[in-house]
């Protein structure tokens, strides 16, 4: 348990440190001014959104493959962490979209393919809290989050393979230097708060699991 | 200010980071008492 608390801890800290040197240490964009600044909170969220439901792809795999329940109870934890990160990275980026487009929301391939991720997941999570038999839960649901997953990949690579108002990734061959640092910073912030959550969600799913298995 | 150039803004930044952080700090409180009513935590 002390692991779990310590990860959550290093994600509080990263998170206040990355943060503290992108708004005071980070240089102001030339032509986005100050609005630039939401993208050390936004694309760390967005990595670790697509990580998230990359790890629910792993978890599903591996329950269609091995039928052991950690991956079952890993899948749920996932979907249900990757929802409320995919959920926070779309308003993330309608406030940035509306003074930088003009508009909050537009149906672009990136924008729309993220509305799509979420609510397929959405779906994923309402589907698995209505069957009550778990090993059909655990196999249905893999196999829609299987499935799902390659609308994920869609909408990492479709700034690459469509011409869309989202800009392409941010890595540090498109960032300023003096900008990597908080980003890598956040990102590590945000992908240790989500193990930490993930990691507290696992344990109630396998507590919840281990009731229904015995009932 | 040359053309293109984006000024103001504050708001939205603001926004951004207030969301989020009320979104993780609600979310992350909601896992740990879930955690402790499972007694798992």
Not at chain 1, 36 to 47: D, F, G, L, N, S
Not at chain 1, 141 to 161: M, P
Request: aromatic share 14%; proline share 4%; hydrophobic share 55%.
């Amino acid at each position: 348990m002390k692991r779990v608390w310590a990860t959550g801890a290093v994600a509080v800290l990263l998170l206040s440190v990355g943060t503290y040197i992108g708004f005071f240490h980070a240089p102001v964009e030339q032509y986005m001014g100050i609005t630039q600044k939401i993208m050390y909170v936004h694309v760390p969220t967005a990595w670790t959104t697509l990580l998230t439901f990359t790890a629910a792809f792993v978890a599903s795999v591996g329950w269609l493959w091995k039928r052991t329940w950690t991956w079952d109870y890993l899948l749920e934890s996932t979907i249900e962490v990757g929802i409320v990160l995919g959920c926070l990275l779309s308003v993330q980026g309608a406030l940035w979209a509306k003074p930088t487009w003009g508009v909050y929301w537009d149906w672009d391939p990136r924008l729309t393919s993220v509305a799509v991720m979420v609510l397929t997941y959405a779906g994923i999570a309402a589907l698995r809290s209505f069957v009550d038999d778990p090993v059909k839960r655990a196999t249905w649901s893999s196999v829609a989050s299987a499935v799902g997953y390659v609308n994920v990949v869609f909408v990492y690579l479709c700034v690459k393979w469509l011409r869309t108002l989202h800009q392409p990734q941010s890595s540090p061959s498109t960032v300023d230097s003096a900008m990597v640092l908080p980003l890598r910073i956040n990102a590590f912030g945000m992908i240790f708060l989500a193990i930490f959550l993930i990691a507290l969600r696992y344990r109630m799913a396998r507590a919840q699991r281990a009731r229904e298995l015995e009932a | 200010m040359p053309a293109g150039v984006l000024t103001g803004g504050e708001e939205f930044v603001a926004a951004a980071y207030i969301v989020s952080f009320v979104v993780l700090v609600l979310f992350s409180g909601t896992m740990i008492w879930r955690a402790r009513q499972e007694g798992v935590l």
